[in-house]
């Protein structure tokens, strides 16, 4: 019986272990909601407070300025920049004719620019005229997850918070594969795994244990869609699914440290998928190993 991997731990995270969900009470015992906006593209959430409580039960979303653990818990401390990123800065007031109040910041110097970085680090203060702040970033399955199913979330589009079937027709409009994307999230969030893009591996999702700062990402998720009769929807399947393809894949995978792992949905043909009812939808997963002959042969002697 094939062995499933188990997740990696990271090393030296200190951060504390929080709730898997935003589930925060009020005083008078109500569900407190965090306001967010839908721009067209993503979802954001402004309010620092919404922010940290987002990121650290359940890490949902993405800090906008930050690489990894967003730094927005620093307070009125002076941030902390790369000179690329101060250079962006400067380029953006200057095209969309920023007139605010400038702050100064601490820049430091790309480390894939210097050799010996840490021997020749010498910060500098500069101003910096842009006053980008950090917002947090929420994937439209996020944002749906947690309106309609943990219900702590209020999106407004165009001034009005917007209703549960209104923001699924406007992510309906917006991503293509919403509704198949927001399946596939769904069922690994229910399942407590803590999904998140998995663009960077050339995957649709990727699955982490607990989350990023405490574990590095187990599954690289692959979403393949068929219909009852077991035929590929090509409309729905954002890539080659051939075996050269999945192999090459697999490989990439193994390399770094994750196992791909495809997510077969059966789309159900005469009946609508919506958001009230995901039982007609009938998921399969597959496990891809590459067979190494010196290692998986028995013993035969």
Request: charged content about 25%.
């Amino acid at each position: 019986m094939m062995e499933l991997p188990q997740p990696k731990p990271k090393k030296n995270c200190r951060l504390a272990r929080d709730l898997p969900l935003p589930i925060v009470f009020k005083k008078d015992g109500t569900l407190k909601t965090f306001a967010a906006c839908f721009n067209g593209f993503s979802v954001t959430v402004a309010n620092p407070e919404d922010m940290k409580t987002l990121i650290s039960k359940g890490y949902f979303g993405k800090a906008n300025l930050s690489r990894s653990h967003p730094q927005f818990s620093r307070g009125d401390n002076i941030q902390i920049v790369r000179q690329r990123q101060l250079t962006v800065r400067k380029a953006c007031s200057e095209q969309f004719a920023i007139k605010m109040k400038p702050e100064k910041v601490i820049v430091v110097p790309d480390s894939d620019s210097e050799n010996d970085y840490f021997t020749n680090l010498r910060p500098k203060y500069a101003i910096d005229n842009s006053c980008l702040k950090e917002e947090l970033w929420l994937g439209l399955e996020e944002a749906f997850f947690l309106t309609s199913v943990v219900k702590c979330l209020n999106v407004s589009f165009e001034g009005e918070i917007a209703s549960i079937e209104k923001l699924w027709g406007l992510f309906q409009n917006a991503q293509p594969n919403f509704t198949r994307n927001y399946v596939v999230y769904f069922y690994y969030r229910c399942k407590n795994w803590v999904v998140k893009p998995g663009i960077k591996f050339g995957g649709d999702f990727m699955l982490y244990k607990e989350g990023p700062p405490f574990y590095h990402s187990t599954y690289i998720v692959v979403i393949d869609v068929v219909d009852t009769a077991g035929k590929r929807i090509e409309s729905l399947t954002n890539r080659s699914m051939d075996n050269i393809s999945i192999l090459g894949l697999n490989r990439l995978c193994e390399t770094a440290g994750k196992d791909l792992l495809i997510c077969r949905l059966k789309w159900p043909q005469n009946s609508a998928v919506t958001y009230e009812d995901l039982t007609n939808i009938e998921i399969q997963e597959i496990l891809v190993k590459r067979w190494i002959a010196s290692q998986e042969r028995g013993d035969t002697a």
